[in-house]
């Protein structure tokens, strides 16, 4: 569309729209708690354009390891009619919102002359389709991460162009897979070539990012005085809110007292693992970060969820587990690390434990995926329904440490761009060209190529 093209009153009503959903808020003293989007606020001239246009979502979550490929794959021939394999069965709430894609590769990753360190390259070459540089000093090159292509193009409807999270805490210097710098191995997300960006580990951290007001030394000051007062963030706004539920139909008060609930909730579980005396040898904890896995893991997909419906945000980076982690798993019996089960030799035994460890990882995603669905987005339908949710990992049999084939899902349709509830079967095909038809059903339309791909998939 040229500029001297005039824009119909539906694109009209959908920019007051983006700019309404990014100025409104409920304020205090250092505090902002962006809102919802809630029918009884919205511009009159949305409704006038006799619909309401929800955003369109974009996150990428990461898997160390690869999986068991047996285990992963569902049997068929792929299509609609297909039944969820046993790593995957935790999702059957969420069937119907959900592609199982086979054929993906990163073939970025794979040795060639560089060697050994799949796991670095696995992590790093995972959003850039670029192959890395070897090395363990500062001179580290991969390439623009997909996530940052795309929050270049369309970042600015919203108060964080994109959000990083991970729930490993992140070393950003030293050698750590076999003469690769631990930035390829602790970053997804890339804004150039030699500049990833960290992500956030602290769930606290990352509350007081969506929640806080003001700059970095002002959120720090703000935060040290509620923890000394014992009060909530949201003790600074409840004025304002009660102020705003007058304007507000029934069902928009009790979306609103809902919405107030759930992150009070948050909080209060941060503040209780932040109190926490409980000292594990095995996990170094700092304050905020549960010490149990699980409960982590939770509440980082909980942060994902609320920047979503917040608005705050429509692209994000969530890094489970560095790749090559050797994390291990007590609290489901399997005291051994991640990784070293992984080199399994085939034996039964072992695989089973990896395929447990694959399956853990899948119940704490398909929490969040039901989080999602019951979410109202602004025009009925759910946040998952516009969204477009990568579940995978750059390794795809981590015995073999092969990068083809690799054990992906796509979870939501992203309003209409991709058709789900379905098991495809492609031939051997860059992960790449994927991302390609996700920033198209993002808008961003500048993007033509982006790494290895050859083409977009139209699946």
Known sequence: MSNDTPKTPLQLAAERHDSFSRRKFLRGAGAAIALPAMASLMPREAFGARKVLAPKRMAFVYVPNGA???????????????????????????????????????????PGPDGAGDHARAGATFLTGVRIKKTAGSDIHAGISIDQVVANEIGHHTRFASLELSCDAVRKSGDCDSGYACAYEYNMAWRSHNQPLSPEHNPRFVFERLFGDGP???????????????????????????????????????????YLTSVREIEQRIELTAKMKVQNPEIDAPAGVPVNYAEHVALMFDMLALAFQTDSTR????????????????????????????????????????????????????????????????????????????????????????????????AGSGGGTFKTGRYVKLKPTPLTNMFLT??????????????????????
């Open 315 to 410: 692209i994000a980076t969530l890094l489970l587990a560095r790749e090559g982690s050797n994390r291990p798993f007590a609290d489901i019996g399997i005291p051994s690390g991640h990784h070293d089960l992984t080199h399994h030799k085939n034996s039964p035994e072992i695989i089973a434990k990896v395929q447990e460890i694959d399956r853990w990882y899948v119940q704490r995603f398909a929490a969040f995926l039901e989080k999602m669905e019951a979410t109202p987005d602004v025009d009925g339908q759910s946040l998952l329904h516009h969204s477009m949710i990568m579940y995978g990992s750059g390794n795809a049999d981590g015995n073999r440490h092969s990068h083809d084939n690799l054990p992906i899902v796509m």
């Open 438 to 459: 996700m920033a198209d059903g993002m808008g961003a339309t500048r993007v033509q190529s982006h790494g290895d791909s050859t083409g977009r998939l139209s699946i």
């Open 216 to 258: 970095a030394k002002q959120r720090v000051a703000n935060l040290r005085r509620r923890q000394a007062e014992q009060n909530s963030i949201l003790d600074y706004v409840l004025a304002d809110a009660k102020s705003m539920n007058a304007n507000l139909d029934g069902r928009d008060k009790q979306k609103l007292d809902q």
């Open 68 to 110: 068991i490929p047996e285990a992963w794959w569902p049997a068929g021939e792929g299509g609609a009619d297909f039944a969820l394999s046993p790593t995957l069965s935790p999702l059957s709430k969420v069937h119907k919102h959900l592609q199982v894609i086979s054929g993906l590769d990163d073939l970025c990753a794979n």
